[in-house]
């Protein structure tokens, strides 16, 4: 299995948009309503913010939100803050009991 | 509040075998309900799922590393562990654990362990 494909980086000015991608396979991301995505600040560990496509944990504000089309997700920040600069890395079931991480996506606010 | 706390050596030589172990606390590691999983992350480099267990003792691996991956689970310490043999630097990474949890099938991770710092070299 093959590392989903995300952009390397993104970036927006505070109050912005910004739209992350995330690239699989009918294999995962286009069989499986199971993408989530994790935010990671620099030195922690990975954090939940969109599990099952478009759901979002308690506790993550509503300006993450997610959805997918095809073989693709996509992983929206709306109303940019300082504190959403961080890396994101998507994930997909991959069936048979597997996962697939993205290669990850560097967000700069600007 | 359930939490996950890696532990093991910082330091392998290549060749030998890398051992960590994840502790879980505030939960109970034979909850039918969840899987537990470990996950690495090479310095400056993106996640790589390694592998999940059932508290049962079913194992899933990720295909790349199938051949030197083990992993087991303790019921009664409440902890799960990785065994990757034949180690190389490529190996060098943080390794995290985490539970694999999902409303009706487990397919998202949460929460993780802090991670650990295992480095390969002679």
């Known amino acids: 299995q093959s590392a989903l494909t995300q952009p390397p980086s993104a970036s927006g000015s505070p109050g912005q948009s910004v739209t992350i991608s995330c690239t699989g396979t009918?294999?995962?991301?286009?069989?499986?309503?199971?993408v989530s995505w994790y935010q990671q600040h620099p030195g922690k560990a990975p954090k939940v913010t969109i599990y099952?496509?478009?759901k979002r944990p308690s506790g993550v504000p509503d300006r993450f939100s997610g959805s997918k089309s095809g073989n693709t997700a996509s992983l929206t920040v709306s109303g940019l803050q300082a504190e959403d600069e961080a890396d994101y890395y998507c994930?997909?079931?991959?069936?048979?009991?597997?996962?697939?991480f993205g290669t990850g996506t560097k967000v700069t606010v600007l | 509040q359930l939490q996950l706390q890696e532990s093991g050596p910082g330091l392998v030589k290549p060749s030998e075998t890398l051992s960590l172990t994840c502790t879980v606390s505030g939960g109970s590691i034979s909850s039918g309900d969840y899987y537990w999983g470990w996950i690495r992350q090479p310095p400056g480099k993106g996640l790589e799922w390694i592998g999940s267990i059932y508290y049962s003792g079913s194992t899933y691996y990720n295909p790349s590393l199938k051949s030197r991956v083990t992993i087991s689970v303790d019921t009664s310490k409440n902890q799960f562990s990785l065994k990757l043999n034949s180690v190389t630097a490529a190996d060098t990474a943080v390794y995290y654990c985490?539970?694999?949890?999902?409303?009706?099938?487990?397919?998202?991770?949460?929460?993780w362990g802090q991670g650990t710092l295992v480095t390969v070299s002679s």
């Open positions: 994930s997909s079931y991959a069936g048979s009991n597997n996962y697939v």
């Open positions: 985490a539970r694999v949890y999902g409303d009706s099938f487990p397919n998202w991770f949460d929460p």
């Open positions: 009918s294999s995962d991301v286009g069989r499986y309503n199971y």
């Open positions: 099952e496509v478009s």
